[in-house]
Nanobody, 127 residues
Framework: QVQVVESGGGLVQAGGSLRLSCSASGLKFGSYAMGWFRQAPGKEREGVSCITASAVWEGYTKSVKGRFTTSRDNAKSTLYLQMNSLKPEDTAVYYC????????????????????WGRGTQVTVSS
């Protein structure tokens, strides 16, 4: 049984940092690209980042470029999202996603290639 579990969310002041982790089990973690998505209240789900299975390429949505960094440790079956210079508009539930392919397709941010979703972790940034 596949399990995808996020952790590391919380409340932080604007300008602060958080590091999210995502642990995946029940699958060959190193075979799949991984993504982070988020959904704020009243807004549609948004693709935040994508990293290929071998971590040779990363992609980010424009609003987080230069502030967020995604990484992975295939030996630990864990995905990370380092979030710096957080802004109130980053407030959302953040979801970890296992893509069905080993690369990040051009439309990765739409979430159309997701094989498994985590349950999410809340990130709240106060002004």
């Amino acid at each position: 049984q596949v399990q995808v579990v996020e952790s590391g969310g919380g409340l932080v002041q604007a300008g602060g940092s958080l590091r999210l982790s995502c642990s995946a089990s029940g699958l060959k973690f190193g075979s799949y690209a991984m993504g982070w998505f988020r959904q704020a209240p009243g807004k549609e789900r948004e693709g935040v980042s994508c990293i290929t299975a071998s971590a040779v390429w990363e992609g980010y949505t424009k609003s987080v470029k230069g502030r967020f960094t995604t990484s992975r440790d295939n030996a630990k079956s864990t995905l990370y999202l380092q979030m710096n210079s957080l802004k109130p508009e980053d407030t959302a539930v953040y979801y970890c996603a296992v893509l069905s392919v080993n690369n990040c397709p051009g439309d990765w941010s739409t979430g159309s290639d997701i094989k498994h979703w985590g349950r999410g972790t809340q990130v709240t940034v106060s002004s």
